[in-house]
T-cell receptor, first 114, second 114 residues
């Protein structure tokens, strides 16, 4: 199983871009990178996913290095409501049916300061 | 509104008193799963179900039971709760759509077993 490593915590000023790094050096060629976040004991919330190309949606951008060994989640204009634990997850597939189990590590606590 | 609901949201009970935590989703998802979250241990999968009448153990199934008689419901049953099952529980659901699916999480159930 590919694993991810993230910093334990990070601070960001409100209105600035938050760049959240993740290392996944053992990722295999067909595994996706997912990002979820959890705001203060609420249920985790999907943010974005990617395979090789950079991705952008209304919440964030995901930059994946060419060798796919690391990625960066970018929140372009962080707000106080973005304070949360962010999880970088590499897809772990269950053997049949194409479904998947999400393996959540400890994540990274992002604090957005006024 | 597409959502996963859990009930109850908070529960305090005593050792040995059987309880059920309900989970329901309105998105016609095939895949449903239960996680528990404990400080320092992250989210761990308890049981999952890939469709009606199909369930399987996750990483920490001991002391729990589940059933999937209908597509929308996936109750978690604690036949004889013990204090080590005090935790924050999340239900999640998704379509089975390899290689990517977004899991939707419920709001959580905080269980205390005395």
């Amino acid at each position: 199983d590919a694993k991810t490593t993230q910093p334990t915590s990070m601070d960001c000023a409100e209105g600035r871009a938050a760049n959240l790094p993740c290392n996944h050096s053992t990722i295999s060629g067909n595994e996706y990178v997912y990002w979820y976040r959890q705001i203060h004991s609420q249920g985790p919330q999907y943010i974005i996913h990617g395979l090789k190309n950079n991705e952008t949606n209304e919440m964030a951008s995901l930059i994946i290095t060419e060798d796919r060994k690391s990625s960066t989640l970018i929140l372009p204009h962080a707000t106080l409501r973005d304070t949360a634990v962010y999880y970088c997850i590499v897809r772990v597939a269950i053997t049949q049916g194409g479904s998947e189990k999400l393996v959540f590590g400890k994540g990274m606590k992002l604090t957005v300061n006024p | 509104e597409a959502q996963v609901t859990q009930n109850p949201r908070y529960l305090i009970t005593v050792t040995g008193k059987k309880l059920t935590v309900t989970c329901s989703q309105n998105m016609n998802h095939e895949y449903m799963s239960w996680y528990r979250q404990d400080p320092g241990l992250g989210l761990r999968q308890i049981y999952y179900s890939m469709n009606v009448e199909v369930t399987d153990k996750g990483d920490v199934p001991e002391g729990y039971k589940v059933s999937r008689k209908e597509k929308r419901n996936f109750p978690l049953i604690l036949e004889s709760p013990s204090p080590n099952q005090t935790s924050l529980y999340f239900c999640a659901s998704s379509f089975i759509l390899a290689p990517y699916n977004e899991q939707f999480f419920g709001p959580g159930t905080r269980l205390t077993v005395l």
